[in-house]
Nanobody, 131 residues
């Protein structure tokens, strides 16, 4: 049973920063691509960022971002800690949402932006950005 537990959400003013963490259970965390999604009230869940497994041990995996967060958010992973992070800078009110991390069944993905590509989900953490 894989469990994903997000943390780090909260209330922040526009222009501020937050770092979300997602701790995963299981011994093979490093073998799977991970993603972050978000869902605002009344809207569909949308892709935020994804990170693949590293092609070479010790290097970072390929990363992908939604256009709306590119240049402001950074996804990273620490395989030794079974944790994926989402550093969010220059936050805007429109970033307000529940943020979910997800694990794919593979190390890389052909399409990273669809929730259907991921098989395990965390419970979510609320991020609220005030103007």
């Amino acid at each position: 049973q894989v469990q994903l537990v997000e943390s780090g959400g909260g209330l922040v003013q526009a222009g501020g920063s937050l770092r979300l963490s997602c701790a995963a259970s299981g011994r093979t965390f490093s073998s799977y691509a991970m993603g972050w999604f978000r869902q605002a009230p009344g809207k569909e869940r949308e892709f935020v960022a994804a990170i693949f497994v590293a092609a070479i041990t010790g290097t970072g995996g390929s990363t992908y971002y939604a256009d709306s967060v590119k240049g402001r958010f950074t996804i990273s992973r620490d395989n030794a800690k079974n944790t994926v992070y989402l550093q969010m800078n220059s936050l805007k009110p429109e970033d307000t949402a529940i943020y979910y991390c997800a694990r794919s069944p593979r190390g890389t993905l052909g399409v990273v932006t669809t929730p259907l590509a991921y098989e395990y989900w965390g419970q979510g953490t609320q991020v609220t950005v005030s103007s």
